[in-house]
C-alpha cells in the first residue's frame, strides 16, 4: 500500500525510468536463462523443491544412470501442503554438487536421563548405510555433554572401524565457547573413504552430577565449518536434532581407463576424467576442462565460457577476442602492441631504431651471460665429479686394483648420464629391491643389455671401504655361478655398481612363496644347492686370493630363468691372504644364518660360510625360514629345529611334502645329514665348503644315474668327517635347542648393533 502511495506522488519523468529499469531487468533474467547451461537429461526435472538436481542423478525413471554399484535416483516426495523434499534413502537432501558432494541432514543420538537418574531416551543412529556414498573428511563427529562419551563406528577399505571421544565438566564456568576439545564437547576426525556408519552418546554416571545444567548426552556428524560450540547447547539441543553433514559420491567402481574399454564411460564432450585413487573408494570423476562450464556427465554438457562477457579479463585499450576453451585480447584501433602494452601507433624510424638497438643489445647481453654460465656450469659439474671420484674412494679403488693386479681396464666405468638414462632417472618403477648396501635398479643400456645397478648407501666412510670392498671381491671373481660385475660409477654423490640382471628372483622367494614353492622340485632344489656350493667352494679354493663372503643366506641368491643360482651380493664379503685362515672382524650377517662360533670370537673363517650354507640347506629342505619369530620357541631357529629333528628321527615330518618319495628318502637323509655337519656349533666340526660340494655333485649325480641305486641302508653313502658324523645324532645332548637358542638370544642382545638383520 505504501509503495503505490508514494508512485502516485510520482511524476511522469520518474514512472518511466522505472518502467524502463523493469525492461532492463527482464531483458536480462531472460538472457540468462538463454545461456544457461542443462543440468539434467532433456524432458527431465532438474529440481526438487530448492536443490538441484544434475544428472547422474534424475528423480524418475530415465532420468538418471542405471549403476549396480551405485545409487542415483532421488526421491522427490510430495506432501499436500508441503514443499517437495528431495531424499536418499532416509536422508533429507539439501543440496547436490557436480564435483562429487552431495548434502543431507543426518539426525543426532541422544542419550537423556530424569533428575533421579532414569534414562528418558537413548538411541544408536544406524546412520549413513548406502554403499553409494562416503562420508566426507569435511565433517566431523561430535559428541556435547558434561557426563558423555561417544562411540562412532563404520567400514574403512573393507574392515571394520571405531573410533570416540569423551566430554566432561563440572559447571559451565569452565566451558569456553568455540572451543570443542573435551570441556562440555569434543571432536574427531572423519578419516577419507568411510562408509556404513553408526554413531551412539552415552554417560558416565546418568548425568547425576550435572543435571541441573546438562541432562543429555548429544553425538552426531556435522560439517566443520557448520559448528562452533557454545555453553548454551548442553541445554538447548533437542531429542533427533537433525544436522548438516556432506557425502561424497563417484561413478562406479572403475577407473577412467577401465570404463572407456568397457564402454559405460559417462564423461561427456570437452570434460576430463580423473579416478579416485585414495585407495578407500573406488569409482572416478568428471570434470569440465578449462574454458568449459556445465554438466560434465551429460554428453554436451560442457559448454565454451565467453570470457569477453567479462570486460576485466583484457587491460585497458585492448579488446576481447573469445575462443573455444579461450580467449585472447588484441589492441583497439591506432594501438599496436610493445612488450605486452598497446601503444600508439607511430611511423617516426626513430622509434623502430631505438627499439631494435635495445633488442639487439639484450640478445648480445643474454648470449654473452649465458656463454659464461654454462661455462662455469660446466666447470663446476667437472669439480663436483672429481670430487664425488675422491670422495666415493676412487684412488683406494685404483690402489686396491693395483695391489691385486688388476686394472681399471678389466672393469667399464660409466657416467652418469649413462647410468641415467638406462634407469630412466632412476624411477621408482625401475626398483627392483632393497637391501642393507644400497637400492637395486633394473636398467637397460645403450646396446640393449639388461642390467642390475645397485646404488650404495653411503653414509661415512666404513661405508666407502665395504663399497670398495665389494667392487675389489668381485674383479677377484670369474665363475658361472656368481653374478658377474661389468662395471661401476664414482662420478655421482653415491657409487653405482652394474651387473648382470638375473631374471627369476631370490631363491627366499621361490622356497618361501608358497606358490612358487610348488614349482620348485627336488631336482631343481638339489641343483641350486649344488650350483651354490660349487660357487662357495671356488670363492674359498680356487679363486687369485680366498674370499669369505659372510652372508650366505637364500635372499643372496638369485636364479635365472633356467633356475640356474647366482651368488650375489658381496658388500660384507672380506679377502683372506694367502698366508691366513681366519680374519678377526666385526661381526656381520643375518641372524639365523650367522655361524654362533663367530659370533661370540668376532673370529671369520671359512666354515662360517659352511655354516650358513648349512642353514640354506635345511631351508630347501624344510621350506621353513632360517628365524622366525612367529614359531613356537624352540622351533624359532631352524639350524637348532633341524638338528633336533634328526637327533629324534623326526626328519620326515619336517621335510617338504612335495619333496618327498618313496624313491629319494635315503638321499634326502644323505643330504641332511650334510646339513647337520655344516651347523655343527664348532667349526673344526664343519666340513670344508670343497667337500660339500664334492659330495653334493656325487648324490646329484647318482640321481640322475639311476634313483634305486641308492643304498637304503646308507651303507654305500661314505659321510665327509667320519670323526664327527654320528647317524642322525649329535655330541651336545638332549639340551641342544634349548641351550643353542639361548646362545642365539645371548649373542643378540651382545651384538644387536653389529648385526645386519635386514640384508
Known sequence: MLFWESSGAMGFHSMLVLVTWVGVMLTAIMAAAAIAYPLALPHCNDSCGDVKIPYPFGTSEGCYRHDESRHFFINCSKSYGQPDQPMIGDFPITSISIEGEMGVMMDSSTDCYNQSGTALSNDTKEGLRLSSFTVSVTNMFVAVGCDTFAFLNGILKDEPFTTGCLSKCNDTGSIVNGNCSGIGCCHVDIPE???????AAYSFKNHSDVWSFNPCSFAFIIQKDEFSFSSAYLTSLRNNESFPMVLDWAIGNETCEVARNKGNYICGANSNCSDLNNGSAPGYRCKCKEGYVGNPYLKDGCQDIDECNDKLNCPDKQRCVNEVGSYHCLCIKGYHKVEEECVPRRSSLTIYLAVGISIISLLVLLLGCSWIYYGLKKRKIIKLKEKYFHQNGGLLLKQQLSNHQKSMETTKIFTTEELKKATNNYDESRVLGQGGYGTVYRGVLSDNTV????????????QIEQFINEMIVLTQINHRNVVKLFGCCLETKVPLLVYEFITNGTLSNHVHDKSL?????????????TEIAGALAYLHSSASMSIIHRDVKTANILLDDDYTAKVADFGASRLVPLDQTQLTTLVQ?????????????????????VYSFGVVMAELLTGKKALSF?????????????????KEDRLLQILEDHIVSEGNIEQLKEIANLAKQCVSLKGEDRPFMKEVAKELERLRSMEKTSLGNIDVDGKKTEYLLSATSHSFNIDVGTSCSTSTIAEYDSIREQELKSVEDGR
Open 193 to 199: 573413504g568411510l562408509t556404513h556408519v553408526n554413531f
Open 451 to 462: 642390467v642390475a645397478i645397485k646404488k650404495s648407501k653411503i653414509g661415512d666412510q666404513s
Open 517 to 529: 614353492s610348488s614349482l620348485l622340485s627336488w631336482e631343481k632344489r638339489l641343483k641350486i644347492a
Open 589 to 609: 650377517g643375518t641372524l639365523g644364518y650367522l655361524d654362533p662360533e663367530y659370533m661370540q670370537t668376532s673370529q671369520l673363517t671359512e666354515k662360517s660360510d
Open 630 to 646: 612367529a614359531r613356537p620357541e624352540i622351533d624359532r631357529n631352524l639350524a637348532v629345529s633341524f638338528v633336533s629333528a634328526i
